[in-house]
C-alpha cells in the first residue's frame, strides 16, 4: 500500500476545471482583460500579415496599450462610482470629437514649439481642452449620480488614454523615417502617448469633478480653468522645443505622474456648511446660569477614502 504522503494530489486538484469555471475571480473583466492583452500583439501580426499598410497593426497595438494602462490606472485609482456605461459614454464621445476639435484649434493658433507660449497655447491649451469636453458632457448628464472628484479623475483619464491612443496612430501611419532611432520614438509613441496624456487630462478630471458640486457659475468656471490651466502648463512645457528630449523632459513627466497620484489617492471632497444645531445645555454653573456648549464646526473638506518642428507628445 502506497503511504498517503508520497501519492500525488487527485486529478480534480491538479486540473480542477470546475472550481475554476464557478469562481468569480476567473469570471471578472479583469481576467479577460489580462488574456486580452497577453494575446493582442500576436493576433494583430496575424490578422494584418497581408495587409498592405501598418494601419491595422497601429490601431491593435495603440487600443493595446492604452487598454494596458487603463488596468493599471485602475488599480492605482480605484474609483468608487464608475460604471460601464459612463466609461463607454466617454470612450465614445473621446473617439468622435477629440481628435477633429483639437486638430481645428491647433491649426486656427498654430502655434511655435520653439516659443514657450506658442507650445502651451498651440498644443497644451487645445488638446486639454479636446480632452475635458467629453468628461464635462458625462459629468453633467450624471449629475444625479454624485460623483466624487477621484471619480471624474478615473474618466479624464480614461479619455487622456484615448486621445494618446488615436495620436499614436495618427504618427506610426504616417511616419516615413528608419532606422533604429525611429523605430524607438514609435514604439515610445505606443507606450507613453496614452499614459502621458491620461496623466494630464486625469489631472483636469478631478477639476471637473469639484466644479460639478457649485451651481453658481461662478466657482464653476473658476474650477475648470484651474483644470485646464495646470494640464495645459504641463503639457506646453512637454511640448517646448527647448525641454522636450532633454532631462528637463523627464522631470516634467515625473512631476505628472507624482501630481496625478496625488489628487488620484489624497483628493479632498468638498462638504457644504451644515446649518448649526441649538447648543446642548450644560449643568448649571456656579451663578446659576446654565453655561452654553459651543456647537461643533462643519469641515471644510474631508478626505476620500479607498484605498514646424513636432514635439513628442
Known amino acids: 500500500m502506497t503511504p498517503p504522503g508520497s501519492r500525488l494530489p487527485d486529478l480534480s486538484v491538479l486540473f480542477p476545471f470546475r472550481a475554476w469555471l464557478r469562481h468569480p475571480a476567473l469570471r471578472a473583466w479583469t481576467t479577460w482583460l489580462f488574456v486580452a492583452l497577453v494575446a493582442t500583439p500576436p493576433a494583430a501580426l496575424a490578422l ?3 495587409a498592405s499598410g501598418v494601419g491595422g497593426e497601429a490601431t491593435t497595438f495603440a487600443a493595446y496599450f492604452a487598454a494596458a494602462w487603463f488596468l493599471v490606472l485602475w488599480v492605482v485609482v480605484r474609483p468608487q462610482a464608475i460604471k460601464g456605461s459612463l466609461l463607454l459614454g466617454v470612450v465614445v464621445l473621446a473617439l468622435v470629437l477629440e481628435a477633429p476639435l483639437a486638430l481645428a484649434m491647433e491649426e486656427f493658433v498654430d502655434g511655435d514649439m520653439d516659443n514657450l507660449a506658442g507650445s502651451i497655447f498651440g498644443a497644451g491649451l487645445p488638446e ?5 469636453l467629453p ?3 458625462v459629468v453633467l448628464a450624471q449629475r444625479r449620480l454624485g460623483l466624487v472628484p477621484r471619480d471624474t ?6 479619455s487622456g488614454l484615448v486621445f494618446g491612443a488615436v495620436e499614436a496612430v495618427y504618427y506610426a501611419t504616417g511616419s516615413s523615417g528608419g532606422g533604429t532611432y525611429s523605430a524607438l520614438i514609435l514604439v515610445w509613441r505606443f507606450v507613453t502617448d496614452p499614459i502621458a496624456h491620461a496623466l494630464w487630462s486625469g489631472v483636469a478630471g478631478y477639476f471637473v469633478g469639484l466644479a460639478a458640486h457649485y451651481r453658481a457659475p461662478g466657482p464653476f468656471f473658476a474650477l475648470i480653468g484651474i483644470g485646464i490651466g495646470v494640464p495645459a502648463l504641463l ?3 512637454n511640448n517646448w522645443v527647448p525641454v522636450n528630449t532633454s532631462i528637463l523632459w523627464v522631470v516634467v513627466t515625473v512631476v505628472s505622474a507624482l501630481l496625478f497620484l496625488a489628487y488620484a ?3 479632498l471632497v468638498p ?5 448649526p444645531i441649538a447648543p446642548p445645555l450644560a449643568p448649571p454653573g456656579r451663578a446659576g446660569r446654565p453655561a452654553v456648549v459651543d456647537p461643533p464646526t462643519a469641515p471644510i473638506a474631508m478626505p476620500q477614502h479607498s484605498s514646424g518642428r513636432h514635439a513628442l507628445v
Open 48 to 50: 494584418f500579415r497581408d
Open 235 to 237: 503639457h506646453g512645457l
Open 153 to 158: 479623475l478615473f474618466l479624464g483619464a480614461v
Open 128 to 132: 486639454e481642452l479636446a480632452k475635458m
Open 135 to 137: 468628461v464635462v458632457l
Open 265 to 267: 489617492r489624497v483628493g
Open 271 to 275: 462638504t457644504r456648511p451644515v446649518a
